[in-house]
């Protein structure tokens, strides 16, 4: 292609439009930048600066005098909201929404505030009502987490299972497989308690359907099968939790120790329990062993126990279990060969208790509730399996369990 002389000419013309379109944005910019009232932007200074009751407040007058600005309505009643003032939030979303147009995005948008207000001011049965009417539209996704969220705190345990599926159908999703299976150990419950064994049992294989490594289905289905006598079967039941995640085995080693001690079957209790011990060392479960050697076979052999778990994972619960055996033993020589008074051992014991006991708690992962006992749905945030099967002495700073 020939260069035309010509072409040099469009340059200037070129640079020229430019100019002029980049004119016209800055003086359209600074049009609506004059517009806009001195107290939106005091309200962005103090959000910046972490004054959110300045903010709302700065707001809160430039809603009045401009009753055009949406976005600054939503954005003032997430405030009202997050600050615990939901009657005025809830306000002014109702406002919104009654002048909204059918079946607009302002009104959904409108809706769906509304129905947050509603869920956090306790009043589930209005909210649950706008949640449904979302469904379908963009918020759909949302509108059904928090339908679940209400399910359960009303413990509507079939109407939670169905929110749940419903958003496991959404494409990209993940199954909520472990919660599926606790809202049907839930249900499972309430039909055994009300003597309907055959319903009860078809919700647990359910569970395990849904997810063959729910460990609480193994524990419900052997605590009944230990209240209509059969024993054995019980313990079946609690074994599997080895198979099915041996974390968690601390919660059935106490029923499995108490159900051979039933068949007059101690041994074999502590046989099963000293193996697990020796496969999945853990804090509760050392204890409860601990506890059982000192029962069955006295305290030499819970010393000898707690010595070899000491040497083989040294950690302050092992060296607290050691104390105490000493004690019990009437250990009264150090490592050394030196003489110690009882009363030395006492404190150092009672010194390391203290600091197990601030350390021997769940946290949750989700929200950082502590507790002394293990929880499947978390009190304070509401999620499910949210506690790690070890307590806080046994975590390393990552918060995952140390290898042995």
Same mark, same amino acid.
């Given at each position: 292609?020939?260069?035309?002389?010509?072409?040099?000419?469009?340059?200037?013309?070129?640079?020229?439009?430019?100019?002029?379109?980049?004119?016209?944005?800055?003086?359209?910019?600074?049009?609506?930048?004059?517009?806009?009232?001195?107290?939106?932007?005091?309200?962005?200074?103090?959000?910046?600066?972490?004054?959110?009751?300045?903010?709302?407040?700065?707001?809160?007058?430039?809603?009045?005098?401009?009753?055009?600005?949406?976005?600054?309505?939503?954005?003032?009643?997430?405030?009202?909201?997050?600050?615990?003032?939901?009657?005025?939030?809830?306000?002014?979303?109702?406002?919104?929404?009654?002048?909204?147009?059918?079946?607009?995005?302002?009104?959904?948008?409108?809706?769906?505030?509304?129905?947050?207000?509603?869920?956090?001011?306790?009043?589930?049965?209005?909210?649950?009502?706008?949640?449904?009417?979302?469904?379908?539209?963009?918020?759909?996704?949302?509108?059904?987490?928090?339908?679940?969220?209400?399910?359960?705190?009303?413990?509507?345990?079939?109407?939670?299972?169905?929110?749940?599926?419903?958003?496991?159908?959404?494409?990209?999703?993940?199954?909520?497989?472990?919660?599926?299976?606790?809202?049907?150990?839930?249900?499972?419950?309430?039909?055994?308690?009300?003597?309907?064994?055959?319903?009860?049992?078809?919700?647990?294989?359910?569970?395990?359907?849904?997810?063959?490594?729910?460990?609480?289905?193994?524990?419900?289905?052997?605590?009944?099968?230990?209240?209509?006598?059969?024993?054995?079967?019980?313990?079946?039941?609690?074994? %599997?939790?080895?198979?099915?995640?041996?974390?968690?085995?601390?919660?059935?080693?106490?029923?499995?120790?108490?159900?051979? %001690?039933?068949?007059?079957?101690?041994?074999?209790?502590?046989?099963?329990?000293?193996?697990?011990?020796?496969?999945?060392?853990?804090?509760?479960?050392?204890?409860?062993?601990?506890?059982?050697?000192?029962?069955?076979?006295?305290?030499?052999?819970?010393?000898?126990?707690?010595?070899?778990?000491?040497?083989?994972?040294?950690?302050?619960?092992?060296?607290?279990?050691?104390?105490?055996?000493?004690?019990?033993?009437?250990?009264?020589?150090?490592?050394?060969?030196?003489?110690?008074?009882?009363?030395?051992?006492?404190?150092?014991?009672?010194?390391?208790?203290?600091?197990?006991?601030?350390?021997?708690?769940?946290?949750?992962?989700?929200?950082?509730?502590?507790?002394?006992?293990?929880?499947?749905?978390?009190?304070?945030?509401?999620?499910?399996?949210?506690?790690?099967?070890?307590?806080?002495?046994?975590?390393?700073?990552?918060?995952?369990?140390?290898?042995?």
């Amino acid at each position: 292609m020939e260069f035309q002389a010509y072409w040099l000419l469009a340059l200037p013309l070129f640079f020229g439009l430019g100019w002029v379109a980049a004119r016209l944005d800055l003086r359209q910019l600074l049009t609506e930048s004059r517009a806009l009232p001195a107290a939106y932007f005091k309200g962005l200074n103090f959000l910046l600066n972490e004054q959110p009751d300045q903010a709302i407040e700065a707001f809160s007058e430039v809603a009045r005098s401009h009753q055009q600005t949406t976005e600054l309505h939503f954005a003032l009643g997430s405030l009202f909201r997050r600050r615990g003032e939901l009657d005025r939030a809830t306000r002014l979303h109702q406002t919104l929404v009654d002048r909204s147009e059918p079946g607009s995005d302002q009104r959904l948008a409108a809706l769906h505030e509304l129905a947050q207000d509603y869920q956090k001011a306790g009043l589930l049965d209005r909210a649950e009502a706008l949640f449904l009417e979302l469904r379908g539209s963009e918020y759909q996704e949302s509108a059904l987490r928090c339908l679940r969220d209400i399910y359960v705190a009303e413990k509507e345990w079939d109407k939670a299972i169905e929110t749940a599926r419903a958003m496991s159908s959404r494409p990209g999703l993940e199954p909520p497989e472990r919660e599926i299976a606790n809202y049907l150990c839930e249900l499972a419950a309430l039909d055994f308690a009300q003597g309907r064994r055959a319903d009860a049992d078809r919700r647990i294989a359910e569970a395990l359907l849904a997810n063959r490594r729910c460990v609480r289905a193994s524990i419900l289905q052997g605590e009944w099968c230990a209240r209509e006598g059969r024993v054995l079967e019980a313990i079946e039941c609690w074994s %599997r939790v080895e198979q099915q995640n041996a974390d968690y085995l601390f919660l059935v080693a106490p029923l499995v120790h108490q159900a051979y %001690r039933g068949l007059d079957r101690a041994d074999d209790s502590l046989a099963l329990l000293t193996r697990w011990l020796e496969q999945h060392p853990g804090l509760d479960l050392l204890t409860l062993v601990f506890q059982a050697v000192l029962e069955v076979r006295g305290p030499q052999a819970a010393l000898a126990l707690v010595r070899t778990e000491l040497h083989r994972h040294p950690s302050l619960p092992a060296l607290d279990r050691f104390l105490e055996a000493s004690l019990l033993q009437g250990l009264t020589a150090a490592p050394g060969g030196a003489s110690v008074e009882r009363v030395d051992l006492e404190v150092a014991r009672d010194v390391v208790q203290r600091q197990v006991n601030r350390q021997s708690v769940f946290i949750c992962r989700q929200c950082g509730f502590k507790a002394r006992k293990f929880h499947w749905h978390c009190p304070a945030c509401g999620q499910w399996e949210s506690y790690p099967p070890r307590r806080h002495a046994e975590l390393d700073e990552s918060g995952r369990a140390p290898s042995m």
